[in-house]
């Protein structure tokens, strides 16, 4: 058969490689990128806010080191309320999918937009409600939308940046017009004193328990989503992606943040036990936090954001808004330390952090601080916005740069 147009000519490159010469390359059509806003953010928390001297209401004592290590903790992590998907007595009000749809629904209305109109799905979590199927289909069946495009995340934090470029991509592909990344958690359920018994008990060392303890004080429940376009919202605040970067340095570390195994350099996996029973038995359901390790992490993601700043040719004095995600304040204190020796140090009086107010909550965390700062803060036409999400579960490092796009300008 006869084509209608010539192949276009190749040269041979110093590797070997044939690829199209640069006179008849044609370019295929998603090198040209579309701009992507977020033009709706929303959360939902549920429950009252509850307080420190209420949290052992809801998820107990499991030792009599519990009562201590929480003291410990909360001096550290500066939470002065968090919220559970959980009654008192034990009784579960929401699924993590629920949590999530029900903070796409919040989104979509402050966007302005119909939940028809949504294409495209992209949901983050630490730990869904079921094994399978994947989380985005528990979530995509919980808001009741028709059928459209979905991605599913799992890891720890960091899954949001992962939801959030997949919902961009298909924003500045073309595929689709109108997009939306949701991050949601459900730790609670996991922090009953039942969960930890057979492996923590009075004879535990205080770090091992510490381990456990720490999360158990400092995770909270609740989603958070942002909905993108291809055009900024005409009757409000915008906020225009300019660009994502993502590393992994799970080649130089062990696990740090996990769960499904006994140990951080434990190779024996939940699934290889001889029974469900004997991996809960064993601590292998339980999530944990290795801090030797935690502390080990932060000169490679610092290293990481001085690579990025010199790439984008950034000025960390430039920062109008700095949203830096991290568990504890202790921990954000250790990492403002680093990164002023680094001369990398954005001013503390541009961060934007909601820790104390909602808990951490993983991977919401970051939609929920954009959702704060979109809603409390005055913003002005061209601000700058930079998200910094690091993850501790096995090295992550994620930045989001943003542009404040103020009713109808472009």
Request: charged fraction near 20%.
């Amino acid at each position: 058969m006869k084509q209608s147009k010539e192949m276009p000519s190749t040269q041979r490159l110093d590797d070997g490689e044939m690829r199209p010469s640069d006179s008849n390359t044609v370019k295929p059509a998603y090198n040209t990128v579309k701009p992507a806003y977020i033009v709706g953010c929303g959360g939902y928390l549920p429950g009252l806010p509850i307080t420190n001297e209420q949290i052992h209401h809801y998820i107990g004592y499991v030792t009599s080191k519990s009562e201590k290590l929480k003291r410990a903790t909360l001096r550290k992590n500066g939470v002065n309320t968090r919220h559970y998907a959980r009654e008192a007595d034990g009784t579960v009000t929401h699924s993590n999918a629920e949590l999530a749809a029900l903070a796409v629904a919040n989104a979509l209305q402050d966007a302005t937009f119909d939940p028809s109109q949504l294409e495209f799905l992209a949901t983050a979590t630490t730990q869904g409600d079921m094994l399978v199927p994947g989380h985005a289909s528990l979530v995509h069946a919980a808001t009741g939308i028709d059928s459209l495009s979905l991605a599913s995340f799992q890891s720890v934090c960091a899954s949001s940046t992962m939801a959030i470029q997949s919902a961009v991509h298909s924003i500045q592909l073309g595929q689709t017009r109108v997009s939306a990344a949701v991050g949601s958690e459900l730790s609670s359920v996991c922090f009953q004193p039942s969960f930890y018994q057979p492996f923590y008990n009075e004879e535990t060392p205080v770090d091992e328990a510490m381990s456990l303890e720490f999360l158990r004080w400092t995770l909270s429940d609740g989603g958070a989503a942002c909905i993108f376009s291809d055009r900024p919202n005409p009757n409000g605040v915008s906020f225009k992606v300019d660009w994502i970067e993502q590393r992994s340095f799970a080649n130089r570390v062990e696990n740090c943040m996990y769960a499904g195994t006994a140990s951080a350099s434990d190779q024996k996996y939940w699934r290889t036990y001889s029974s469900p029973q004997q991996a809960y038995q064993s601590g292998a359901l339980a999530l944990k936090q290795d801090f030797d390790c935690l502390y080990k992490l932060f000169p490679s993601w610092v290293g990481y954001f001085c690579e990025l700043l010199d790439k984008h040719q950034l000025e960390p004095t430039s920062v109008d808004h700095f949203l830096p995600h991290f568990s504890a304040q202790s921990l954000g204190d250790h990492m403002a330390q680093l990164l002023d020796k680094a001369k990398a140090l954005i001013p503390r009086d541009k961060w934007f952090n909601n820790l104390n107010a909602i808990g951490n909550t993983g991977s919401a965390s970051i939609f929920f601080m954009l959702d704060g700062l979109r809603k409390t803060k005055k913003l002005s036409h061209g601000e700058s916005i930079l998200c910094f999400v690091p993850e501790s579960g096995r090295s992550i490092a994620s930045f989001i740069k943003l542009t404040v796009v103020c009713n109808d300008s472009k």
